[in-house]
Protein backbone atom coordinates (compact mmCIF):
# COMPACT_ATOMS: atom_id res chain seq x y z
CA UNK A 1 0.00 0.00 0.00
CA UNK A 2 1.17 3.67 -0.20
CA UNK A 3 0.78 6.56 2.78
CA UNK A 4 0.93 10.12 1.93
CA UNK A 5 1.51 12.96 4.25
CA UNK A 6 0.76 16.24 3.49
CA UNK A 7 2.71 19.93 4.57
CA UNK A 8 1.52 23.13 3.46
CA UNK A 9 -0.85 25.10 3.52
CA UNK A 10 -2.94 27.55 5.75
CA UNK A 11 -2.68 31.33 5.08
CA UNK A 12 -1.40 33.65 2.33
CA UNK A 13 -2.28 37.28 1.23
CA UNK A 14 -3.24 37.92 -2.40
CA UNK A 15 -0.27 37.43 -4.83
CA UNK A 16 1.76 35.36 -2.17
CA UNK A 17 2.96 32.02 -2.67
CA UNK A 18 2.88 28.91 -1.08
CA UNK A 19 4.53 25.06 -1.84
CA UNK A 20 2.37 22.09 -0.71
CA UNK A 21 4.45 19.09 -0.43
CA UNK A 22 2.69 15.26 -0.47
CA UNK A 23 5.74 13.00 0.70
CA UNK A 24 4.78 9.18 -0.42
CA UNK A 25 5.92 5.44 1.42
CA UNK A 26 4.70 2.82 0.39
CA UNK A 27 5.62 -0.42 -2.15
CA UNK A 28 6.42 0.40 -6.01
CA UNK A 29 5.96 4.12 -5.52
CA UNK A 30 7.73 4.98 -8.64
CA UNK A 31 4.90 3.76 -10.39
CA UNK A 32 2.27 5.42 -9.57
CA UNK A 33 0.95 9.14 -10.61
CA UNK A 34 0.39 11.76 -8.09
CA UNK A 35 -1.80 14.31 -8.05
CA UNK A 36 -3.05 17.48 -7.20
CA UNK A 37 -6.90 18.59 -6.24
CA UNK A 38 -9.11 20.76 -4.90
CA UNK A 39 -12.03 20.83 -3.38
CA UNK A 40 -14.62 23.62 -3.88
CA UNK A 41 -17.62 24.26 -1.65
CA UNK A 42 -20.80 22.46 -2.82
CA UNK A 43 -18.75 20.68 -5.49
CA UNK A 44 -16.63 17.56 -6.72
CA UNK A 45 -12.69 17.14 -6.32
CA UNK A 46 -11.43 19.42 -8.89
CA UNK A 47 -8.16 18.58 -10.85
CA UNK A 48 -5.14 20.85 -10.13
CA UNK A 49 -1.96 19.43 -11.53
CA UNK A 50 -0.30 16.07 -11.55
CA UNK A 51 3.12 14.55 -12.32
CA UNK A 52 4.51 11.06 -13.26
CA UNK A 53 7.67 9.41 -11.95
CA UNK A 54 9.51 10.95 -15.05
CA UNK A 55 8.34 14.49 -14.36
CA UNK A 56 5.66 14.69 -17.00
CA UNK A 57 3.30 16.83 -16.26
CA UNK A 58 -0.56 17.61 -16.53
CA UNK A 59 -2.33 21.29 -15.38
CA UNK A 60 -5.30 22.66 -15.28
CA UNK A 61 -6.18 25.29 -17.52
CA UNK A 62 -6.74 27.63 -14.56
CA UNK A 63 -3.25 27.05 -13.29
CA UNK A 64 -1.04 26.26 -16.02
CA UNK A 65 0.60 29.79 -15.32
CA UNK A 66 0.66 30.49 -11.75
CA UNK A 67 1.25 26.89 -10.36
CA UNK A 68 4.05 24.21 -10.85
CA UNK A 69 4.05 20.60 -10.03
CA UNK A 70 7.11 18.90 -9.35
CA UNK A 71 8.68 15.41 -8.08
CA UNK A 72 11.80 14.76 -6.31
CA UNK A 73 12.44 11.17 -6.75
CA UNK A 74 15.50 10.73 -4.34
CA UNK A 75 12.88 11.54 -1.12
CA UNK A 76 9.57 10.39 -3.20
CA UNK A 77 7.84 13.84 -2.56
CA UNK A 78 5.46 15.51 -4.46
CA UNK A 79 5.43 19.28 -4.52
CA UNK A 80 3.00 22.44 -5.74
CA UNK A 81 3.97 25.61 -6.01
CA UNK A 82 1.58 28.21 -6.37
CA UNK A 83 2.78 31.13 -6.91
CA UNK A 84 0.40 34.82 -7.74
CA UNK A 85 -2.38 33.05 -5.30
CA UNK A 86 -5.80 34.72 -5.39
CA UNK A 87 -9.08 34.64 -3.33
CA UNK A 88 -10.67 31.85 -5.60
CA UNK A 89 -7.83 29.89 -5.02
CA UNK A 90 -9.15 29.35 -1.43
CA UNK A 91 -9.94 25.79 -0.95
CA UNK A 92 -9.15 22.42 0.86
CA UNK A 93 -5.89 21.01 -1.21
CA UNK A 94 -5.15 17.22 -1.41
CA UNK A 95 -2.97 14.82 -3.34
CA UNK A 96 -3.50 11.35 -4.15
CA UNK A 97 -2.20 8.03 -6.29
CA UNK A 98 -3.17 7.04 -9.41
CA UNK A 99 -1.63 3.82 -11.07
CA UNK A 100 -1.35 4.00 -14.99
CA UNK A 101 -0.15 6.72 -16.90
CA UNK A 102 -1.15 10.71 -17.60
CA UNK A 103 -4.30 10.48 -19.49
CA UNK A 104 -7.88 11.70 -19.52
CA UNK A 105 -8.34 10.12 -15.93
CA UNK A 106 -5.88 11.67 -14.35
CA UNK A 107 -8.25 14.68 -14.72
CA UNK A 108 -10.93 12.64 -12.92
CA UNK A 109 -11.01 12.00 -9.07
CA UNK A 110 -12.44 8.43 -9.49
CA UNK A 111 -9.11 7.70 -11.01
CA UNK A 112 -7.00 7.68 -7.75
CA UNK A 113 -6.84 4.75 -5.61
CA UNK A 114 -5.51 6.94 -2.60
CA UNK A 115 -5.92 10.36 -1.00
CA UNK A 116 -3.71 12.13 1.83
CA UNK A 117 -5.21 14.65 4.36
CA UNK A 118 -6.54 17.78 3.03
CA UNK A 119 -4.98 21.20 3.61
CA UNK A 120 -6.56 23.99 3.58
CA UNK A 121 -5.45 26.72 1.86
CA UNK A 122 -6.52 30.20 2.42
CA UNK A 123 -5.79 33.18 0.37
CA UNK A 124 -6.85 36.83 2.28
CA UNK A 125 -6.64 40.13 0.54
Known amino acids: HVQLVVSGGLLVQTGGSLRLSCATFGRTVSAYIIGWFRQPPGKERSFVAA???????MYAESVKCRFTISRNNANNTVYLQMNSLKPEDTDVYYC???????????????????WGPGTQVTVSS
Open 51 to 57: VAYSGDT
Open 96 to 114: GVKTGRLNIATRMPRAYSF
